[in-house]
C-alpha cells in the first residue's frame, strides 16, 4: 500500500483520467479528496467500497474562492492533504482567427488558473507538515501546439511552466512538484474523433494505440510514491512515443 495513510486531492475526478488516478490511489491506501463540477459522488462510493474515505465536492477549480473553501473543508475532515492532483481541464478549440475571446479565457481559467488556485492553497497546508506531493496533469499539446487548439496549448505549456516555478519555491520544505504530459488517451475528449483522423494520428505514436487513463494513473500513483522522493519539476510523458 504505497499511498497508506496519505490523503490525496484530485480535481477533474469524475471521470476519464481523474477517475483513474484516484480510484489506483484509493487501492494504494489513499484517502480522496474528490471535485468535479458535478460532485463525484459515485466514485466516492467506489472508494468507499475499497475501505478507503471519501469526500466528493462540486467545485469550479476557476473561483478562487470555491477552491480555497474545498481546501479548507477537506483539512476539517482529514487534517491533512498529502497530494495535489491538479487534473481539472476543459478543452474549447477553435482557430486562431476565429476563437471568440470567451473561449480563450475559459480554458486559461479552468486549465491554468484552477492548478495555480488549488497550488497556492494546497500548499500552505503542505508547508507546514514540511512535506507533500504536487502533480499536474498537463498535455503534449503544450509541448509541441496544435493548429485549432491555441488556447488549450497556452494553458498546458503554463502548467509546465508553474510545475518548475512551484519546484523551484518549495522544494526545500520537501515538498515535489512534477508534471505529466499525456498523449492522446482514450477518453471523453477522444471519443468524438473520426476513425479517419484516428488512423492518421496513431501513425505518428510509436507504440501504435491510444493510451488508457490507466496508464496516467500508474505514472501519478508512482510519483505521489516513496519512490519519487528525489524526483521534481520534470515532465513524464505518457504518450506511446509520441514526443522524444
Request: aromatic share 4%.
Given at each position: ?36 463540477r ?16 471519501a ?62 488556485y ?27 501546439g ?77 510519483l ?21
Open positions: 500500500m504505497q499511498l497508506s495513510n496519505n490523503v490525496a486531492f484530485i480535481t477533474g475526478a469524475r471521470r476519464g483520467i481523474g477517475r483513474a488516478i484516484a480510484l489506483k490511489y484509493a487501492q494504494q491506501g489513499a484517502d480522496c479528496v474528490l471535485l468535479a458535478s460532485a463525484p459522488t459515485e466514485l466516492a462510493a467506489e472508494i468507499e467500497a475499497l475501505g478507503r474515505k469526500l466528493a465536492l462540486a467545485v469550479d477549480v476557476s473561483d478562487a474562492d470555491a477552491v480555497d473553501a474545498s481546501v479548507k473543508q477537506a483539512i476539517a475532515q482529514f487534517g491533512r492533504i498529502d497530494v495535489l492532483v491538479n487534473n481539472a481541464g476543459i478543452a474549447q478549440d477553435g482557430l486562431l482567427l476565429r476563437m471568440k475571446l470567451e473561449q480563450w479565457q475559459n480554458v486559461i481559467d479552468v486549465n491554468l488558473s484552477g492548478a495555480f488549488c497550488t497556492k492553497a494546497v500548499s500552505r497546508h503542505m508547508l507546514k507538515a514540511e512535506r507533500g506531493r504536487i502533480i499536474n496533469i498537463s498535455s503534449v499539446i503544450g509541448q509541441m496544435n493548429a485549432g487548439q491555441a488556447n488549450y496549448a497556452a494553458s498546458k505549456a503554463g502548467m509546465i511552466g508553474l510545475t518548475k516555478s512551484v519546484a523551484k519555491e518549495l522544494g526545500s520544505r520537501g515538498i515535489t512538484c512534477n508534471a505529466i504530459a499525456p498523449g492522446f488517451i482514450t477518453t471523453d475528449m477522444t471519443s468524438d474523433m473520426s476513425e479517419e483522423a484516428r488512423k492518421q494520428l496513431l501513425k505518428n505514436i510509436p507504440l501504435g494505440a491510444l493510451g488508457e487513463p490507466e496508464d496516467v494513473a500508474e505514472v501519478a500513483l508512482f505521489a510514491s516513496p519512490g519519487a522522493r528525489y524526483i521534481t519539476g520534470q515532465v513524464l510523458n505518457v504518450d506511446g512515443g509520441m514526443i522524444m
